[in-house]
Structure formats: C-alpha cells, structure tokens
C-alpha cells in the first residue's frame, strides 16, 4: 500500500512536467523551410526564430561562424549548456541574438530579433527546448 501511495504521488508530479514538455514546442510552427533551414513562429506572440543548419548547406565549421560573428560586430558570447552541450549566445547590432550550437550534422546557428527581455527569455527557451529533442 505503501508503494502504491508513493508511485500515484509520483505519477501526479509528472504528468503536469510531462505535459508542458511536450507542449513547449507546440506553440511554435514552421513557417518557412528551404534547403535544412527553417524559420518558426511563435503563435501567441509572434516571435521568430530562423534555424540555419550549416553542416547540411553550407558545410561551415563552428570556428568560421564565430569568426563571422565577431566581424559583424556581435558580442564576445556567453556560454549556456544544454545536455552537456555548450551553446554560445552572440548580441548583435539591431537587436539580433543569435545562438549557436554544435549539431550532429554540423553547427546550427538560431537568429532573431528581441528587443524585451520577454523575447529575449523566449527566444533561448525555445533554444533550449530544440536542443533538448531527439535528432
């Protein structure tokens, strides 16, 4: 009985986790693909974040991108880890953030406008929870 009690509390827990898991992308369509590029948008709010796949299009290394990134004069990045895996976070002119990322085919680079730290906070949440999804 004991086990039972502890085993309905846990399965309780995590059901609400479970769910907003699976949601948390869902809110976001694509709304754009071409050539391993994708652009999605936020449907609440209409955020947009573009995905650019580098090692499927344009067979770019992570240290061109960055180099590429500090000629457009970006911010010398900070460091978020998702799965172990770091992700480099880039301010740029115009009130662009761009993240990037080492994929399993090659760098992905994640680029949109955030002017309020709401969109800011949302632009990394969806970072993260891309990252976070099976390849």
Same mark, same amino acid.
């Given at each position: 009985m004991?086990?039972?009690?502890?085993?309905?509390?846990?399965l309780l827990t995590a059901v609400p986790?479970?769910?907003w898991s699976a949601s948390a992308l869902a809110q976001w369509n694509v709304i754009y693909e071409n050539d391993?590029? !994708?652009?999605y948008m936020d449907d609440d709010s209409l955020r947009i974040v573009e995905i650019?796949?580098?090692g499927r299009t344009?067979?770019?290394t992570m240290t061109n991108i960055q180099e590429i990134l500090s000629a457009n004069s970006c911010s010398e990045p900070s460091t978020l880890y998702v799965r172990s895996r770091p992700v480099y976070h880039y301010i740029c002119r115009d009130s662009i953030q !761009?993240?990037?990322?080492d994929g399993s085919a090659g760098p992905l680079q994640f680029g949109g406008i955030c002017t309020e730290k709401k969109d800011?906070?949302?632009?990394?949440?969806?970072v993260k929870e891309y990252l976070k999804k099976p390849d």
């Open positions: 004991k086990y039972r009690k502890f085993f309905m509390i846990s986790f479970l769910l391993g590029n !994708v652009t650019l796949d580098f344009r067979q770019l !761009v993240f990037l990322a800011c906070d949302a632009m990394e949440n969806f």
